[in-house]
């Protein structure tokens, strides 16, 4: 330990000495390790932390298995949300390898009677949702058996909802709220730190699934629906049980209810079952670890800049090893001292770099997707601590193993000997040089050729068509009530504000609809065509939504033949549908559809389902994402098909959020107890579409930047040692002749040669690596010769550019000075 101490007093007083060394090799350390801290504090939040949950490795996540005709495995397709109330109660009752298996599936609330009504995110769940997960509730009971049964109203509150709307109650519990307009018992109030379903921000109300028991009418619950398929699952398994044997448990259930009932199951052939970890963080995994492969890139080339710097500072202490050779220090006693002397230096990096990645988070959080899972939980704590303290060591070491090496092979008389002149050492040591820079040049390839890969991919998903015009247009959402506002009720409700709305100022048109594209929400639903009978299970499905009088024109939806719906399109009319081109071309090839009838499986809200008219055709959109390729769709009047409530989608000829309060003033005119919710402007929603490909585009072409910068000042410090080692040959060769000219094309040939050397190496890094990012790009290939070609222009010029103030400080030297000086 004494020995220990004595090194680092030495490593310290050396660095002290030595200041603008100490300052470059911390900076440059600085730099690697804080991008690589911080984007581990990214991966340690998202993918690394347990979920806070009792024995978190028993909770799983599950899903049916949906097969397709002519699919060759039972897991073909599977879905999230793909769960019917009476498969899930069969599931819960028949299976042997759960403790719990619970129900869930999003829903909005509308709280009012404390003040101004207040649009809520939360969750209808079973009553056994939160002894699956292992939480109780902070104040008052958990959801009882009793509380599922028809005509229960119960709530549990989330703590922030407690304090904002009830100013923290104390006596909450027990109470009467109102929710929707009903009246709902408080059962509970959720911890401060609950968010499950994770998502940002956090659900603040959960209902049992007994508001799903009772339909408008009473008489068709969606509990009792089988081929309503929209639940998702949580389990928790048994003690010694595996998932793999829930998974087999869950499977024979889901066969025996395909044999049972072969007209909504007839798909489900199989279960799944994955810890829930895995499946919450299953679309982050692959980005997160390709930024922190491209951020240890990065720190990588940092190594190799400071362990050029040692190499060359180990050459000017060649002495200085040699005296204390002389004096007796052991060859074991000097290579130990220059680690003791690298690992201090790599320490003092860390230090510098965690400080610095406390500032790179807090800005790497401002352009973070928000759909990623967990984000509420990044910040600084032992593991990332311990991961700056780790990292700093390997460096440390990493990038001290050179010079060590070096200095154990000196030969401490010829040292004495020849003092600072060139020798084979010299060349040596250029070699070990030129393999940093080449290193540092592959790997900075390699980083660029990814960065350039997702901007072209990022660029060309900005330029995706989405079927419609999403300029100038403004969205917003209305919680009505369906007690209060049942059947046509609700139809009036929009009848009356859309006319309201169109009269405000700089409004060119107003309509409403739902789900609509690229929100994140979607409904899919089997159809009949007349002539074309087919099995009720082989019946086709596929995505329908809602819409008013107006919509298409409103959200720029091109007709493309007959018409869109009109207001005589009411629940007494014909009853109507309208397809898009792609329904069109598959279930109408080579023949006209208007005046054809499709039968969806939806009512009117009244009357089961029938016949519908084909009235127009529109054209198709990108429903699910820009990326993903367009489905067919069909549309249904609001009339006719009272679901949602639909969206207000409101085109301007200006700034759409000039009129935001506008807008919500004209709702509480007709109904103060209608919260207004999710405002916000199309563009807006475009552009969070793109946020994942833009955020990982932006960062790859952050950490790629860092990578060129340090490989310059690696070759440009390489080149810059080189012409100081070189000074007597270069003095000699324009001492006998050579040309200003020919000293400059000595320095650059021998930069570029390390550069091109660099370059092939990162060329066959790249076709290896580059093919991980496949599945983050979108019409470009891996091997995108436009790319490949730019990125290694770059570097080249780079490369001409380091090594052209090296040059021209060599074609400067005045030969018989330098003759007279050496």
Not at 386 to 392: K, Q, R
Request: hydrophobic letters at 45%.
């Amino acid at each position: 330990m004494h020995t220990l101490l004595q090194d680092l007093r030495f490593a310290s007083r050396q660095l002290r000495k030595n200041p603008g060394f100490a300052i470059t090799t911390i900076l440059t350390l600085a730099l690697g390790i804080g991008a690589a801290t911080a984007i581990f504090s990214l991966v340690n939040a998202v993918l690394l932390r347990p979920l806070p949950f009792p024995e978190q490795d028993k909770i799983v996540w599950t899903a049916m298995a949906h097969t397709p005709r002519n699919a060759k495995t039972a897991d073909a397709a599977l879905v999230p949300g793909s769960m019917s109330y009476p498969d899930y109660f069969d599931l819960r009752k028949g299976n042997k390898t759960l403790q719990y298996l619970s129900s869930y599936h999003d829903s909005s609330f509308s709280v009012t009677g404390r003040g101004d009504a207040r649009h809520v995110d939360g969750f209808t769940v079973s009553a056994d949702f939160f002894r699956t997960l292992g939480v109780h509730p902070e104040r008052g009971r958990d959801f009882l058996a009793d509380d599922e049964k028809p005509g229960v109203h119960v709530a549990m509150l989330g703590h922030s909802l407690w304090q904002s709307t009830f100013g923290s109650d104390p006596d909450i519990i027990g109470k009467n709220i109102t929710i929707g307009g009903l009246s709902y018992t408080v059962a509970g109030v959720m911890p401060a730190d609950f968010n499950f379903p994770v998502q940002n921000p956090a659900a603040q109300l959960w209902t049992t699934l007994a508001d799903d028991a009772l339909d408008s009418t009473g008489d068709h619950p969606v509990t009792v629906q089988r081929g309503a398929h929209f639940l998702s699952m949580v389990g928790r398994l048994k003690p010694g049980v595996s998932t793999e044997q829930a998974q087999a448990d869950l499977t024979v259930i889901v066969k025996n209810l395909a044999a049972q009932y072969p007209d909504t199951n007839s798909h489900f052939l199989g279960a799944f079952v994955k810890p829930q970890l895995e499946q919450m963080i299953g679309d982050t995994r692959g980005p997160l670890r390709m930024l922190f492969a491209a951020v240890i890139f990065v720190l990588l080339i940092a190594c190799a800049n400071v362990a050029g710097l040692l190499l060359a500072r180990a050459s000017r202490r060649r002495s200085e090893i040699a005296v204390r050779s002389a004096l007796g220090a052991t060859r074991m006693q000097i290579v130990r001292q220059v680690m003791v002397e690298s690992v201090f230096i790599g320490i003092c990096g860390g230090i510098a770099g965690l400080l610095l990645s406390m500032a790179l988070l807090r800005l790497l959080l401002r352009f973070v997707p928000s759909d990623i899972p967990r984000l509420d939980s990044v910040g600084t704590d032992y593991r990332v601590f311990a991961f700056a303290i780790v990292i700093s060591v390997i460096t440390g070491v990493l990038f001290g193993v050179l010079p060590a090496m070096r200095i154990s092979r000196l030969d401490p008389s010829a040292s004495l000997r020849d003092g600072t002149r060139t020798s084979s050492a010299g060349r040596q040591q250029h070699h070990l040089h030129g393999a940093l820079v080449i290193a540092e040049t592959a790997i900075g390839l390699v980083l660029l050729v990814g960065s350039g890969l997702l901007i072209r991919s990022f660029v060309r998903v900005m330029h995706v068509d989405p079927g419609f015009d999403a300029r100038h247009v403004l969205l917003a959402s209305v919680d009505l009530p369906d007690n209060r506002y049942p059947g046509d009720k609700n139809v009036s409700f929009f009848q009356q504000l859309i006319p309201r709305l169109q009269a405000l100022p700089g409004v060119q048109s107003v309509a409403a609809g739902w789900p609509l594209p690229l929100t994140g929400s979607m409904m899919s639903i089997s159809f009949e065509i007349e002539g074309h009978p087919v099995p009720k299970a082989d019946e086709p499905s596929e995505i329908v939504s809602i819409a008013t009088p107006g919509f298409f024109k409103t959200i720029g939806i091109p007709v493309k033949r007959g018409r869109e719906f009109l207001e005589t399109d009411t629940r007494t009319s014909t009853k109507v549908i309208i397809l898009t081109e792609s329904f069109a071309k598959k279930y109408f090839p080579n023949e006209d559809p208007i005046g054809k009838h499709v039968k969806p499986g939806l009512g009117d809200g009244y009357t089961d389902s029938v016949w519908r008219e084909v009235v127009g055709v529109v054209g198709d959109i990108k429903r699910q994402g820009l990326t993903v390729e367009t489905r067919p769709e069909y549309y249904l009047p609001h009339t006719q098909a009272i679901v949602g409530p639909p969206i207000f989608v409101i085109r301007t000829s200006g700034d759409p959020t000039q009129i935001t309060n506008a807008v919500r003033s004209e709702v509480a005119a007709m109904d103060r107890n209608v919260p207004v919710y999710d405002v916000h402007t199309y563009d807006d929603l475009i552009s969070k579409n793109a946020s994942q490909p833009r955020f990982q585009s932006m960062l790859l072409t952050c950490f790629a930047a860092l990578a060129l910068l340090l490989s310059a000042i690696g070759l440009y410090a390489v080149l810059s040692y080189m012409v100081a080692q070189r000074t007597l040959e270069i003095g000699v060769r324009m001492a006998l002749g050579a040309r200003r000219r020919d000293v400059v094309n000595l320095i650059l040939k021998h930069g570029l040669g390390l550069a091109l050397v660099g370059l092939v190496l990162g060329m066959g890094l790249s076709l290896v690596l580059t093919r991980y990012l496949s599945s983050m790009l979108y019409t470009i290939k891996p091997l995108d010769p436009v790319t490949l070609l730019t990125v290694t222009g770059i570097l080249l010029v780079v490369a001409v550019v380091a090594s052209t103030a090296p040059a021209w400080r060599a074609a400067r030297l005045d030969p018989m000075k330098t003759l007279r000086d050496q």
